[in-house]
C-alpha cells in the first residue's frame, strides 16, 4: 500500500514473503540494492511490475511489494515487453539469470534488446545453474567441473556484454554483488535511461559455484584485475592507481604510470557513448588466471545510446491514424465495402 | 435465349502469374453487390512463384454463386476458366461431366503443352480429350492485343490485362453488371489513368466479344437470381479477416484494448496482418521472434489489462504449449485463434485439415484445461473470436477457437450486425484498496470460481503471480499437497462452469427423433449441410447438429444423442472428435474420416448417409 505523500524506503518494497535463497548467496545483496534503488528512483509500489523467469534469480518478484509476474523459463522479456507495449506508464523490471536469459531465453533476450523498450533487465550471472542444482551454464568457464561436465566444460562461454552490444543494447553495464553502493547507482541510472538497459551481476553461488569471481572481488588481487568505468574519465586501475589502458593503434596496451615516457593524456578516456570503444572494452574478457598478460576486467556502465523506443513509435502510430477521430464499433463492423439488400 | 439456374460454380484457373485470386476476387464482388449468395475458396500452391506454366504453378480461385443459401465453394465446377494447358490438366478432374470449359488458346502452344505434361502435338483441345464438355476456345491474348492496340501501353501492361477480358466473358455469360468491376478498377488504379482505362477497356472487350460472338450467342447466356437474404447491410469477409475484426469488436465492447501477439504462419497470417491495419481502433498487434514469444506478449499484456490475443497454426500451438499453462494457472484471459492445416510437423501447410483437436483439448502438461470452440463458416469465425474472448475475459482463462485454412481463406458475405445485438462482455476488475482496507487476495473466487482481474497501476492491489503452485486465495507459493489438489479442482471446475453460459445444441435440420445424425464440428457445417438436406430430400431420417462448443460440450448433447438410433461423425482428421464423445457419453459413433488436405464435399457425405441407412 502506498501513500503518495511520503517517499517510499527499501522497507516499503519489501514483500511478506521471506527469501528463499541460499545463506551466502549474491541475490540477498542484489535483492537489497534493488529495493533502495526502487526507493530512491522515487517510484511507487503500484506503478512497479517485477517480471521473471525461472531460477534461483527469478524468484525476485515474491519478494518485492510490486506487482510481480514469474513466468516460465526464459520467457521473461517477452512476458515484460507485451505488457511495457499494452502499459507503457509502468515501470517494468525483469529478473533473469545466465541460463535464463542466454540459454533458453537466448531468442528472445537479442530480440528485446534490439527492439529497446523501455524495459529494466537485471541479469544475475553465477555461471552456473543453481535452482537444478549443479549444472554448466553458457557462461561457465571452459574446464569448470559440474555434474554434468565431469571432465571440464568444453562449451565455450558467452560473453554477455558483447552480445548485448551485438544486439543493439542501448544501455549495458557490468557490476558484482559485492560492490552495494556501485550496484544501486548503476540501477538507478539503468532506470532512468529510456530503453532496454541490461545490467549483468557477477553473482557469487555459493553452493554449487563458490569462488567464481573471486579473482575480481579477492582483496588483494581486485585492484589488478578490476577497471572500474568513469564517464569522461581516464581508464586507470591497479592498487596505486598506477595502471593505465591506452590504444595503441587499434590496440588496448596496459601501461605503467610511473613510467616517466607515460603521459596521463595518452591514456583511453571513457566515453560511454562511443560504441567502437565500448565494444572493445567487452572483449576485455581475459582470465586473470590464465596468464599474466591480461587487461583488468571492465565493470560500470559500458555503454549508452538515445534510441527511439518500441512502445512509443507504436503508440505515435496510433495517434496518427486516430488523429482524425479513433474508430468506432459501427465502422469496424461494416468496413469500407458494403452492399444493401 | 437466357437459361435460369439456381447455383453455379466457378473455377478461375491460370498460373500463379495470371491474376486469377484478383479476377475471381472481382467476380465474387460483383456477384455479392448483385445479390447472389455466394462462397468463395482460393486454391494456390505454398510455392510463391512456382515455375511458370507447370501444374504446381496453377493458381486457382473457385467461387459458388445462387439464388439460393450457398454454404460450400462447390464440390465440383460448372465452368471452368483455363488460362493454360496446366491449369486445365490440374482441374478438370473435379469440372462436372458436362461443364462448360473457357480455354485461353494462347495458352496451349508447344511450350505449355510440353510445361503442363501433355506433351506438344498433343492438345486436349484437339484430340477428342474434352468431347464431353462445352468448351470456348478464345485466343485471348491475341484479343487483348488487339482491343487495347491503341492504348499506347506496352505488350507487356496490354497482356496483364488478359485476366480482365476473361472477366468481361464470364459477366456475359452469366448476364451480370460490369459496373461494380469498373469502379473497383477507377480507384484501385486512381494514380495511373492509363492501366485504369486499359483493364477497363479489357473488360468491355471480354463483355462485347461474347455478346458478338457466335460460338456464345448460339450458346446463350445464364441468370442466377438474387438469393432471397435477410434485409441489411452486407460485406464480404474471408474467415481470417472475421477472426481479426471479431477480436477487434470484442475489446471495444468490453472496453479494453486489444493486443496481439503473433508470429507470422500459414494459413493464420492474415490474422495479424489485419489487425495490424487496424490502429484507428487502437489495436496494438506485436510481430515477435517466434511463436512463444507471440503468446507471451499477449499473457504480459493481458497481465496488464488488455484484451490479448494471438494467432497460429499446428506447428505454431505446438510451441505455444508451455506458456499456455502459464496462461491457466495464472488465470488470465488469453485469446488463441488456431488456424489448422494439415499436419503433423509442417505437413501440409496450405490445406485444410481439423487434426488440431486434440492439443487444443489436451496439449498442456498437467491438468489443464481450457474452453475450446469451433468455428463453422467463414462468417462464424467473426462470432467464434467474440464468444472466445467473452469467456476469456469473464471467466478469466485462455480460450482456443479453432478455425481451419478452408474457413481462413473462404469468403462469404456477412450480414453486418449493429453493435447492440453484440453480446456484452463484462471484465471484472478489482478495485482500489486504501490503506486500512483488508490485504488484497489474488486468488478468492466468486460462486463461479473465478477471480479478479487486477491490473497493475491500481493502488493496494500489488500482488506476485506466477507459474508456481499458488495458495488458494492469497496466491502465495504453496507446496501443500492437499492445497495443490483444491486448487487444481477449482480451476477445472471454473472452465467446466462455461457450460452454464453456453447455448443448448440446436438440431440445425431434420427430426428432433430418427435413424440418423450427422454430427459435425467447425468447418464441415456446410458440405454436411447440404448432404442432409438432399438426404431429407430423398426421404431420409436424418438430422444435422454442429458442435461449436467443444469444451465444455453443451449440456444438453447426451439428451440428443440419445434420440437417434445412429450417429455419424464425418472430420478431417482421423477420427478426434469421436474420442471425446466415446468418452463422454459411452457411446459407439459411426466415424468418417478424411485426411487429404481437402473439405469434405457434399456428394461424399451424403453417400455415406445412404449406405448407412441401407444398413438400419
Redesign the interface.
Known sequence: ????LSKLTAKDFT?D?TPKWCPGCGDHAVLQQLKSAMAELGL????V????G?GCSSRL??Y?????????HG?A???????????P??SVWVGTGDGDALSIGG??YI?AVRRNLDLNVILFNNEIYGLTKGQYSPTSKVGLKTVTSPNGVIDYPMNTIALTLGSGGTFVARVMDRDGKFMRDVFKRAAEHKGTSVVEIYQNCPIYNDGAFDVFTDRERKPDTTLYLEQGQPLIFGANKDKGIKLDGFNPIVVDLNNASVSRDDLWIHDEKDMVKANMLARFYDDPDASEDFLPRPFGIFYVEDRFVYEDA?DK??E???AKG??T??E????N????? | MVTSKTSVSVLFAGDSGDGMQLTGTQFANTVAVYGSDLNTFPNFPSEIRAPAGTISGVSGFQLQFGSESVYTPGAKFDVMIAMNAAALKANLKNLHHGGIIIANTDGFDAKNLNLSGYGEGNSPLEDGTLSDYTVFEVPVISLVRKALADTGLSTKNIDRCKNMFVLGILYWLYSLPIETTIETLKSKFKNKQDVADANIKAVQAGYNFGDETEMFSQHGRYEVGPAKKKPGVYRRVTGNEASAIGLTAAAKKAGLELFLGSYPITPASEILQTLSGLKKWGVKTFQAEDELAGVLTSIGASYGGALAATNTSGPGLALKSEALGLAMILEIPLVVINVQRGGPSTGLPTKPEQSDLFIAMFGRHGDAPVPVIAATSPVDCFYAAYEASKIAVEYMTPVICLTDGYLALSSEPMLVPSPEELASITPKFAKERKQDDPPYLPYKRDERNVRDWAIPGTSGLEHRIGGLEKQHETGNVSHDPLNHELMTKLRCEKVDRVADIIPDLAIDNGPEQGDLLVLGWGSTYGAIKIAVEEAIKGGCSVAHAHLRHIHPFPKNLGEILGNYKKVLMPENNSGQLIHLIRDKFQIEPIGFSKVQGLPFNEMEIEAKITDILKEL
Not at chain 1, 500500500?1 to 503518495?4: A, E, L, N, P, Q
Not at chain 1, 518485492?64 to 516460465?72: A, L, Q
Request: no cysteine; glycine share 8%.
Open positions: 500500500m502506498t501513500d503518495t514483500s514473503q511507487k509500489t503500484e506503478e511490475v517485477v517480471v521473471s525461472i518478484p515474491y518485492i511489494s510490486t506487482y510481480g509476474v514469474h513466468g516460465i520467457r522479456l517477452p512476458v515484460a515487453s507485451g505488457l511495457k507495449t499494452a502499459r506508464e509502468l531468442n528472445h530480440h507504436l502510430q496510433i496518427a491514424a486516430q479513433e474508430g464499433l459501427e469496424l463492423l461494416a468496413g465495402n458494403t452492399w444493401t439488400i
